[in-house]
């Protein structure tokens, strides 16, 4: 059985029979592919002491070869796109172009990371008073954690250590048990950029691995991906304790279609949004809001779609749409397929029907219409290939309903009308807005991040809010008096 290892000071470390293991599975065979270690709190302090040791040659290193290396490392993530790509597929189930798209999006991280000395110039003012200038320093946290979840084994990561680390911190990697190989090729290739052993760290593990970074003195800040309450949970310790945390969580994210939207092209929009990854997004799309008398019209349109869908091996160039990630997550998904039933929505495709040979974990898509608040499908994250359809009578009440809602990830209008746009941004209590655009996710010079139970903390991911996070700034104020002027004074210092 292959067996996966931290990754700490340039090595792998650990052995299967010393330690607690998970099992990592193709999705796509529902066989067991590999077993991860899982860390002790005695592994917790070897990685903690591990990137305590290497910081202060680090954050004293050049911001120039830090750069470098960041740029180093970007062409080595080019080149090395197929392979990554085919770690996430046989762990995660996504399919390959799917999968390779989250190596590109990942790499926009890389690539602002590549440009960081612009983010990282301090202010400075000359003869703030007379004869006294003040200027900012931006300086590393120290050694800083990133926690993420199975959804996006590459990106979710880049997103947190390409700026960490080009901002001269140390990066320990908690990456989910359930994908965890795509993470020790990250680590091989950073290595390979020429990062000094110690800086970036893979520590593999579960609750145990992450309370010990959270109870750890010399973690200074942890930024979190995952689910609501596991981010509110790592929010509301890490805080207790004096860290930095920013925790990402859950999401349901609501797609409003006007009745002047080209239904063609919202219902193509809401098929690939709700069903690709299989639902497995944080920015899927997971309730369909048909504004005024179009919702018999595309709910049609939805449904012939979902007919020529081609659900399969993430390997197989003419699937689509992969399995879930685990035989759990799939069963818990088909669970809400009678919820919904049950609470008195209309279970228009049942995804459940659809057969597929051998033992994968997968489940075909499923189409809830009539469904609404305090119902478990619109109320719960459900992270699979279940779109329910909300029945709104106007933008006001599309408008409304979002805005109870208590996630508020992302959020997509699809309309003609600019004014009606133009108002959504502006009404809507979601962190990223899409205008035609079904899945919002922002480019890597701007910043990542929800509202409400969405996010904890109050900085976004990736981004000059990255920067920001990763980053403690200190103002220096500044005088060369001749000394002959000098004279007490206890008045409190006044500028002028
Ligand atoms: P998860 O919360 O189960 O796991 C996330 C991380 O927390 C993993 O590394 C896991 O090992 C760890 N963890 C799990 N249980 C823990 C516990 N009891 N105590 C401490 N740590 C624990 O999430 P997941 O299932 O891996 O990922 C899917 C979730 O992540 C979805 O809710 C999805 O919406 C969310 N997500 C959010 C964003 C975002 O940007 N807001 C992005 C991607 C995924």
Not at 43 to 72: C, E, G
């Amino acid at each position: 059985m292959n067996v996966l290892k931290h990754y700490i000071n340039g090595e792998y470390v650990g052995d299967a029979a010393a330690s607690r293991t998970s099992p990592v599975f193709n999705p796509a065979t529902g066989e067991q592919a590999s077993q991860v270690l899982l860390a002790s709190e005695q592994d917790v302090d070897t990685a903690v002491a591990a990137a305590q040791a290497a910081l202060p040659a680090w954050r004293n290193t050049s911001l120039t070869k830090r750069t470098q290396i960041m740029f180093r490392f970007r062409a080595l993530l080019d080149a090395n796109r197929d392979r990554l790509a085919a770690a996430v597929t046989s762990e995660h189930g996504k399919v390959l172009s799917d999968a390779a798209g989250e190596v590109s999006r990942g790499l926009e991280n890389v690539e602002f990371a590549c440009g960081l000395p612009v983010h990282l110039k301090g202010g400075h003012s000359l003869q703030a008073s007379t004869g006294v200038d003040v200027h900012e320093l931006r300086q590393a946290v120290g050694v800083v954690a990133g926690i993420t979840p199975f959804n996006f084994p590459v990106m979710v990561p880049l997103w947190m250590l390409s700026n960490a680390i080009a901002c001269g911190n140390t990066f320990i990697l908690k990456p989910s048990e359930k994908d965890p190989s795509a993470a020790l090729i990250i680590a091989e290739l950073l290595t390979e950029a020429g990062l000094p052993d110690g800086v970036f760290t893979v520590l593999h593990g579960d609750k145990v691995a992450v309370d010990g970074l959270l109870n750890h003195d010399d973690v200074k800040a942890v930024s979190f991906v995952g689910s609501t309450p596991i981010a509110q949970y790592v929010y509301s310790n890490g805080t207790a304790q004096g860290k930095r945390i920013q925790a990402l969580g859950g999401a349901k994210n609501h797609m409003v279609v006007l009745p002047d939207a080209d239904l063609n092209a919202a219902a193509d929009a809401a098929i690939s949004a709700a069903y690709g990854s299989a639902g497995e997004r944080c920015m899927a799309v997971s309730v369909l809001v048909a504004v005024g008398d179009v919702a018999d019209e595309l709910v049609g349109k939805v449904q012939e779609r979902i007919a020529k869908l081609s659900i399969g091996d993430g390997t197989d160039p003419a699937s689509e749409m992969g399995p879930l990630v685990t035989a759990q997550h799939r069963d818990k998904v088909a669970s809400y397929i009678d919820k919904g039933a049950a609470e008195g929505a209309t279970v228009v495709v049942d995804g459940r029907e659809q057969k597929f040979d051998g033992d994968g974990f997968f489940i075909g898509v499923s189409l809830l219409d009539n469904v609404k608040p305090g119902m478990a499908v619109y109320d719960e994250e459900i992270f699979g290939p279940v779109l329910a359809v909300v029945r709104a009578e106007n933008y006001t009440d599309a408008v409304e309903l979002i805005n109870n809602n208590e996630f508020g990830n992302g959020v997509a209008i699809f309309t003609r009308d600019g004014g009606a746009a133009r108002s959504f941004e502006a009404d809507v209590e979601v962190g990223m807005v899409g205008v035609n655009v079904p899945i919002p996710v922002p480019v890597g010079w701007f910043s990542f991040g929800g509202w409400k139970k969405s996010l904890f903390g109050d900085s976004h991911m990736y981004g000059p809010e990255g920067v920001h996070f990763f980053t403690r700034t200190k103002v220096v104020t500044t005088r060369w008096p001749d000394p002959s002027t000098s004279v007490v004074d206890l008045g409190f210092p006044s500028n002028d």
